[in-house]
Structures are given as structure tokens and as C-alpha cells.
């Protein structure tokens, strides 16, 4: 279960964003404890108590959402507002709780006063995060839920600070753009990691159709087709902010468009143009006419065979020099990694060997308690394991990643093979129809002169035996003879 929240102002705003009904399914306000009907009414008077203490933000809004695979039921989701509510410190004020529904999933929001009417004063909200995850480990626990890692009051001090994969920021960029951003980070992160250098990664990112800009604060951004900007380093997996601009140390931010430029050029830019497939074999066509007894279809069907056999080798060729090629950028890519990834370690290893004083405490305390000293080495021990199994982790991902990037392009070079193939059967049909509709149409014409000819032989025939006729004359009568 993920709680979130904060203490806030802007009561209207609030109130919108809570009833809208265009970016969820279903809305239901559960519960109002206020003499206002409406939210927004009682979002301003909660806001203007605040102001009478000089406070600034007099709402605190609190998101609670459990994990799709348990469904939760009408007492749960009022357990879990008490709860959360109790970890607070803000038992007792007033509260509205608002129920969204979409994409089949519900999520809760609860509001509530943080004005304490006795003292009128603003009950704090220090620490609340740790409040968020306490309560969030007690729910978890009574309801039988699998625990969610956090940074607070769900980790073990001994484990390294978990990162959320997205923030709430890139949550709303991809509700505006329909963009998974955990697909774009893998996107973003296979084209790095296949790139040897900056200019190499911003060449690849530009045929993609990102932009990298020069941002305000953030160093470098992208700015996708859309107009969205991201801050690069956010979008890289397993990369810091330092990582990244020792990697883009080729590339000079001042030669970079700041982000409205990127965006203005973004909106004129062409879709970029996938890679043109390589030049295919061509296969001599038949020539016209009947050839050692084949009649001309069946001349131009051995062919097409030939042709289809011809360019089916090829594109198998292709693929596999495709192949060849990601195979060795993905190696190289792996090699650069796990030498970072082996720098990381021996880093861990130097800062936790023990030196001087402290060595010299360590041997103290397993010659006075070596129960407690065992434990201690020990709990080190287990540190080491996991940040090397961090390090693995972080290996497998990366291979998965470089492996699916591999694959999909693999698979869109298919796909237009494919289409080529298709293109040069449609191609074959108009051929084999123009050919023996010229061929049968050359037989017609054939057929017209041989029958042509005849007829004018047998027309000079005629005449030679009219003329041979009138030369000779009429025969003499009998009597004359």
C-alpha cells in the first residue's frame, strides 16, 4: 500500500482536481464533515481558520492506494482513513474523503483541517512522511497485504535509500501523453547504454525523434514530439547526475537549444525516418514468349520463385548481420558497465574496512563481547551481500533491457523485410498479368497477320486465274473444229 500527501493550500483547486470526472471513471465523496455541502465551500473555510494563524497551508491531503491485487472492501478503506489519521496526529478534525475509480482500480483521498480551533494553531506536519509509511506498514500487516519498500519508516537502515521508478511528476506527464514512462526509460536507457559517447547518444536519441536541450536547473533535458520535457538523467536507469555529464562531457551545453527553442523545433520537425533497408538482389525477368515448351505464366512462376528464394537469403543475411552488430554493442556496453559496477564495489569495500581507532574498537569489543561483535560483522556482512546483489540486479536489468531493445529491433527490421516482401509479391501479380495479357494480346495480333496473309494470298491466287483465263480466250466451236 502507497500512502502520499502534504499540507497545501489552494482549497478551489483542490476541490476541482477532486471532482473531475474526465480523468476518472467514477467519483464519490464519501464523506463531508462540514456544514458545506460542497467541497470546495468547505475547503475555503478550513483555508480561511488557517489564515487566521498566519498560516499558509491549511489543508493536508493524503492519497491512499493499495495494491491492484487486493480488493479492498467499505470497512478497510474507513480502517485505513483512521489509521493514516491516527500517524498524523490529526485525530479529531474535520475531513472529507473522495473515492476515485478508474481503469477498474480505486485510490482514496482524504482532506482534512489543519487548524486546531482550541489553540488555533497548525498541527504540524513534520515528519509526515515516516507517518505516511508507519501507517502504511500497520495497514499492510492487518489486512494480510504484501509490504511495499519505502525510504523511512519501512527500510532497514543498513540497506541503501530505494528509488521510486516515477515520480508524481512523470505520472502526470504520461496521463498527458499516453507515453508509459517506464517504457520511455527503458527506451532512453538501451539507446545510452548502446552508445559509446554523448554525440553518439544524442544521435541516437534524435532519430527517435528526442530533442536533448540545455535546461534551467536540470542540466540536460529532452524534449520528445510532444513538447514534454524530461530531466535525461531521471530518464536513465542505474545513471547519476554525475555519471551523465562525465558521459556527455563531448557535448557543450551552450551549443544545445534551451527548452523553448527545442519545443519550437519539435513542432516543425518532420517524424523521423526509419533506417532505408539495404539494396535487395533483382532476378532477371523472362523475356517474352514461350521458351523450350513453357508457356509464359508458368515461365514467369519458376521466376518469381527464384526472386522470393533470392531476396528470403537475403533478408536472412541481413538479419543476421544485424544481429552481429547489437551482439557487439551490447558487449561493449556490458564491458563498460560491469567495470563501473566493479569500481562501485571495490569503492563499498574500501570505505567499509575498518582502520585505525576503529579497528582498534573492533578488536576491543570482541575481546570484551564477542557475541556483539560476531553481530556486528555479521549485519556487515549482509550489507556487502546485498549491495553486491544490488549490483547483480542491477546487471540482469540492464541485460534484460539491452536484450529487449535487441529484440525490437530485430523485430521492426522483420516487419519491413516483411513489407518488402509483400510489396515485391504485389508487384509480381501486376508483372505476371501485364506480361500474359501482352503476350495473349501478341498471339491475337500474330493470328490477325497469319489469317491477313492468307487472305491476301488467296486473293492474288484468284486474280492470277481470272488473268490466266482472259489471256487464253474462248474455246472454238465443235463445228469449226
Known amino acids: 500500500m502507497i500512502i502520499k500527501g502534504k499540507s497545501r493550500g489552494g482549497p478551489k483547486q483542490l476541490a476541482t482536481h477532486l471532482l473531475r470526472a474526465d480523468t476518472n471513471e467514477r467519483v464519490r465523496v464519501l464523506e463531508l464533515q462540514s456544514s458545506h455541502s460542497e467541497l470546495a465551500d468547505a475547503f475555503k473555510e478550513w483555508q480561511m481558520i488557517a489564515e487566521g494563524t498566519q498560516g499558509k497551508r491549511g489543508l493536508y491531503h493524503a492519497n491512499i492506494d493499495p495494491d491492484a491485487r487486493y480488493a479492498m472492501t467499505a470497512e478497510q478503506w474507513h480502517r485505513s482513513v483512521e489509521v493514516l489519521e491516527r500517524e498524523l496526529g490529526l485525530d479529531g478534525q474535520p475531513r472529507a474523503v473522495v473515492m476515485h475509480e478508474k481503469h477498474g482500480r480505486q485510490h482514496l483521498h482524504v482532506v482534512w483541517q489543519r487548524t486546531d480551533i482550541a489553540t488555533m494553531t497548525l498541527i504540524s506536519d513534520s515528519q509526515n512522511y515516516h507517518a505516511h509509511e508507519a501507517a502504511s506498514r500497520s495497514l499492510e500487516d492487518e489486512f494480510g497485504h504484501a509490504h511495499v519498500p519505502g525510504k523511512h519508516a519501512k527500510r532497514d537502515p543498513d540497506l541503501p535509500l530505494p528509488e521510486a521508478e516515477i515520480n508524481h511528476a512523470e505520472w502526470q506527464q504520461a496521463e498527458r501523453t499516453g507515453i508509459d514512462p517506464r517504457a520511455f526509460k527503458d527506451q532512453v536507457t538501451a539507446l545510452y547504454q548502446a552508445s559509446e559517447s554523448g554525440a553518439a547518444f544524442q544521435r541516437a536519441l534524435d532519430a527517435q525523434g528526442l530533442m536533448i536541450a540545455k535546461g534551467d536547473r536540470r542540466g540536460f533535458v529532452l524534449v520528445d514530439p510532444f513538447g514534454e520535457?524530461?530531466?535525461?538523467?531521471?530518464?536513465?536507469?542505474?545513471?547519476?547526475?554525475?555519471?551523465?555529464?562525465?558521459?556527455?562531457?563531448?557535448?557543450?551545453?551552450?551549443?544545445?537549444?534551451?527548452?523553448?527553442?527545442?519545443?519550437?523545433?519539435?513542432?516543425?520537425?518532420?517524424?523521423?525516418?526509419?533506417?532505408?533497408?539495404?539494396?535487395?538482389?533483382?532476378?532477371?525477368?523472362?523475356?517474352?514468349?514461350?521458351?523450350?515448351?513453357?508457356?509464359?505464366?508458368?515461365?514467369?512462376?519458376?521466376?518469381?520463385?527464384?526472386?522470393?528464394?533470392?531476396?528470403?537469403?537475403?533478408?536472412?543475411?541481413?538479419r543476421a548481420r544485424r544481429a552481429s552488430m547489437l551482439d557487439e554493442r551490447i558487449a561493449a556496453r556490458l564491458a563498460k558497465s560491469d567495470a563501473r559496477r566493479a569500481e562501485a564495489l571495490a569503492l563499498y569495500d574500501a570505505q567499509a574496512e575498518r582502520t585505525g581507532w576503529a579497528r582498534l574498537a573492533d578488536q576491543v569489543i570482541g575481546f570484551v563481547a564477542p557475541g556483539w561483535a560476531e553481530k556486528r560483522q555479521t549485519e556487515r556482512d549482509e550489507a556487502r551481500a546485498a549491495a553486491i546483489k544490488a549490483l547483480e540486479t542491477e546487471r540482469a536489468q540492464e541485460i534484460a533491457r539491452l536484450d529487449a531493445a535487441r529484440a525490437a529491433e530485430i523485430a521492426d527490421l522483420a516487419e519491413r523485410q516483411a513489407q518488402q516482401a509483400r510489396e515485391r509479391e504485389a508487384l509480381f501479380d501486376e508483372e505476371l498479368v501485364r506480361r500474359v495479357r501482352n503476350y495473349e494480346e501478341a498471339q491475337r495480333l500474330v493470328q490477325q497477320l497469319v489469317e491477313q496473309e492468307r487472305q491476301r494470298e488467296e486473293m492474288i491466287r484468284q486474280r492470277a486465274r481470272e488473268l490466266m483465263q482472259q489471256s487464253s480466250g474462248p474455246e472454238p466451236p465443235d463445228s469449226a473444229r
Not at 555529464?245 to 527553442?261: C, K, Q
Not at 526509419?274 to 533483382?282: F, G, I, N, W
Open 229 to 318: 520535457v524530461y530531466s535525461l538523467s531521471r530518464q536513465i536507469r542505474g545513471v547519476t547526475a554525475t555519471d551523465l555529464r562525465s558521459f556527455m562531457a563531448d557535448i557543450d551545453p551552450e551549443t544545445l537549444p534551451g527548452v523553448a527553442a527545442a519545443k519550437a523545433l519539435q513542432r516543425e520537425r518532420p517524424p523521423p525516418e526509419p533506417e532505408p533497408l539495404a539494396k535487395t538482389p533483382e532476378t532477371p525477368l523472362p523475356a517474352d514468349g514461350a521458351e523450350s515448351g513453357i508457356a509464359i505464366d508458368e515461365a514467369l512462376r519458376l521466376w518469381h520463385r527464384e526472386d522470393m528464394d533470392r531476396l528470403a537469403e537475403f533478408h536472412a543475411s541481413e
